[in-house]
């Protein structure tokens, strides 16, 4: 068989599986998303589009990916933890890593026509790269997402000093930086207020926080791969604010938007884990006709992920969203939910984070 | 300050530099692309569609990372030979797997409604996954390439064989299976040849022999990302092949696809490499619109690869192809090329190949 | 500088740094012992000597590399666990491996006349391998160390039974092994007791349980490098250090294990951990023009850790321990103690070993 | 079973097989030799007994591998070229550098007393580490050894110097020191002629140069792994073979070298490759006595390799070994023999060491 006379060439190949029983983050990065978000003139200091179009994505890895525990993401990059006994693909790393990093990539482009919508595609196609770390222990666990945690918040406070200086304050990017360098989270949480007459913890927390995704509790007869759009640009301050939100759903938005987050980060976070009530339920037209096309799709291996916004109002006993009544739903199930909370400190890992924490079943150790 | 205290955890990155001076192979592979096929309807046992976006998808990443050196891919797999002296993100393997798969499922979803016009995207968005293996030698990287073309020989000799007895035959799928069942090539060649009136030999080389991309000479004032076309829409048998081919640009077509891959793969390859008449064709109302998004890009870090057959007749102002006779260019210089020839056996790499295993200079060795 | 033209070659050379925060543990084999054994005529199917030279050798280690927290011996093999903090060689494995194969074959030949008196030197220089392994959690280090020691029990089982069909029952080899094909223990026991007067679970536990070399209490004012005995019962504080031994120590030392070993291994272990009693303190003539030679040197990255005192008193013809009172040390500091004891089962972890599973404190995390 | 309860723990062992086809080099090194040589009295700058024992052990590390091709030594480190194609331990990394660790190691101790014949053992057991490094090409192995040879001139050059400026220079080492401080290659030979009257080109070439091991042809009626002279080119049918012997060859020993090093190694080495007559003829009781236990061994895993001075006697120039004249062997076998010579530039390599890069024989890949 000629087959055979060659096929010794895959004795080069190496056995890359990782590690067992410890956990593994991938985290994945945009490449040279400075020039693509300036290229598609992504707002500064914070693009919702842009934002949304990320976790849209994300949330298609999550749901793909059942031993994905959490997510988290900032800016241009997406951190996914794996439970410790994942046995996807053997634990190969570089199967993991391109897989995760590749449904990524095709999500975003796919999805991009739905938050950015006078585009019918990017400019060019978005390129991400990707990494696997292994993490023994919760406590590296806790302490990789309050490092990415924290370092959102120290990037998009200097972004956001940044942008008013130069946007608001006329100066030139070169005088922006410069009036910036050698001051601390107090500094430019002060000038802000003082000179830009902005409270900066009463900015949305998407920007300030970044985006959790977490598998929470979601009504049972929602439908489970269905789009539900987290709808931050209802959030005050987007540019895309005024743009036909719902009315009630601008009052859940601001509902959570007061939640401050404690400043300096170095100082104890608040940990205070209000979620922020993304949502909104509105289902543009535009959304429509995607689900016109995606209905068409009877794939198994790539389910539509329902998002957060949905998942705030069931547990909504009482009057949970402002005014409206609660819908009861009796039965429940997973899903995957986004939210912009603190997960620096221990609050979020002893309450809605504890199951990642909590001992894994040894049928799964083996499995 | 408050980054310090957790970043601690990047000390658990490991170093996954790969070993210096020796061919880096990168290999992708659609994931579920059989549902993929099934679900979007692709032709059996070959959709030209799908197989002119793949190798799209392929020189877009060979048109951003230079150091690839040749390219070959078959169905849903594609491999990407990396010069030994790379030294692209420092060797380090996740970064280079994942840009690789991360870049070519990008073009692949952005350019689907180019290849797939009725559609404008995909029903899901596809995924793939990538590896890399290392290759000492000039040996292996030849018996590699090898072994993937003879894989798409025997793979494409039974499904041709396969969907001919089902779909001309009239056979179960089963019964397909069972009749195929201990042939060897020579017996599926005679049955095509008796029973379905079919000279496998004469089927387009795409179909056959796979795709392979090439750095070669282009003509000096040619478009550097743009097109040296494939253009099997307008081989033989192909679905497409009657749209309005330029009559002339079929001859040349026909020119090159007589060139028989000699049977059985085990016996000499008739290696000779007439490569396929680049050429191309008419540029639909749908990829002039694209071309209108397109122009927009000042991107560097993604060039665009426009697709083969537009390009050709950028160029083309008066009369590009029409009635011309072989246009004579003075200057060359390098760009990517596809062809569907031999690379198993020494004369693709004493020829055309010869620069791939030229040994590198020494100052590359270092840079 | 000349140096520098080759010195690239350098960079050929890999990071493998282990991950940190697991546990390493570092196996070591002999490399053809079974033909080792044979040629230098070890007793069948236990040699004393060859045990205690093989716990002399891996005590060696363990007084060299303080980041060992317990070690584990039998036949042929010895496994050495350093604490999850370690950053001995920055976690280098193919540093820490060889260093512990090196450290442990250097000590072995260099020991070997102090048991194997009648011989200058093995007939030819003896070899070990070794390899480290990874393990993130207390769950598998505990059954790492039971793996062995049950492990230790089926084969010194099966050995015993052969030996004694073979030597005393007067089969031949293979009549042996046939006649023992499809036993399970308790055959054997019943076998070994029946057939050949021989209650297994009153042999040496040494030879039954292997060897476990654990940090604990020695009298403060003894050689921190010196004898340090295999019988921490005898040792003050020791729950038998009352228990007189008896005249005969060398009795003892070979039928010793008043604590039988339950059977079989797949029931519940006994754990009940009585230390065999085996040694003796009593300094032979051997061992001071030993330590003349040794008192010589002042290396500190070498100490010379002397034998297992046991090994001495076998020789300790007379009354070597015989009528001595036990001493009574008021201050005790840490050294290497060798035992025989149930280390499958939780209590051994809950118990001597629990500073093994004993949270480490944070400073030692980032040294 | 006992045993599969606890097993599965062998599944965290991770797979460290090394890339095919490249040629593997093991690099040993003695652990705190600078103190171990303190402590032994070690001869300044450079001790032949010393030298000849590392030579001897890497000797035993040489028979015992068939798969090396060459060694290089000098101080206390030996580095081990293995042939492209080794598969010894299924190119298991930890397997192959413990085992030729624990080789050397076991040697250096074994024979010890052999070269240092007032002390039984050395003062305390000497260690060593070790680590694997792949080179692809013959250019880098080239230059690998270059590497060493030139950092052994450097070295030697220093410590020559170095220790004439205190020994018998009368000067402090700090003073030494400061003295060397910013001299060249040049500067320290005119030093050593001026003032210690020394032409450093005719010390020794084992000091200057190293040792190298190769597999040559020796006397097919040799002992295989016996005599293996160190002064190969005084073999029959050796050019040197008639050249008469100062009758006191220990002299020679030690003056040796007319063969000069060409200075300094920046400039073109002088390649040409006259071998160092070594060693040392007499043979001890001691050695005798030694070789009579050594003749009960019957092991084929581990032959004796006798050391190179024994082996002296044979070059015995004029009258070599006691009136005989030069013995004619007809027939010849490999063998590996000890030289001091460039291998530094091509010579070397397009001469007697030609074999290590010849191609291999595919029969061998595949073995």
Redesign the interface.
Known sequence: ???S?????????????M????YVLVR?DG??FH??SQ?HDFAKPNDVRGINLMNHAAR?VMNELDDILIAFGESDEYSFLFR?STDLYQRR???I???V??????????YWNDYFTE???????????????????EV?VK??F??RQ??T??NNLFNTSFWALVEEGGLTPKAAEARLCGTDSKDKNEMLFTEFNTNYSKLPAMYRKGSVLLREQIPKDADKDAIIPTLPETLPGSKSAKVTPAPDTTTIALQSGPDPISE???EAPSGHTTPVAVASPVVSQETVMQEG??S????E??KRSIDASEAEQQDAEGEPVAGKEAPTFKRMKKGVVIDHIDIIGEKFWAGRGAYILAPEKKKKL?S
């Open positions: 068989m000629a087959k006379k060659y096929e010794y060439v895959k004795e080069f190949e190496t056995d890359d599986r590690l067992r029983n410890v994945i490449k040279g020039k693509f290229t298609c410790k790393e570089a199967k890593v391109s897989t990093v590749s449904l990524f990539t095709s999500a975003y482009v796919y585009l019918k595609r990017p400019l060019y196609p978005p390129v991400f790269d990707g990494r696997a770390v292994l993490y023994p222990s590296e302490d990789y309050a490092w924290a370092d918040h120290i300096p980060v170095s096309i995606d068409n799709s009877h794939s291996s790539m083996r």
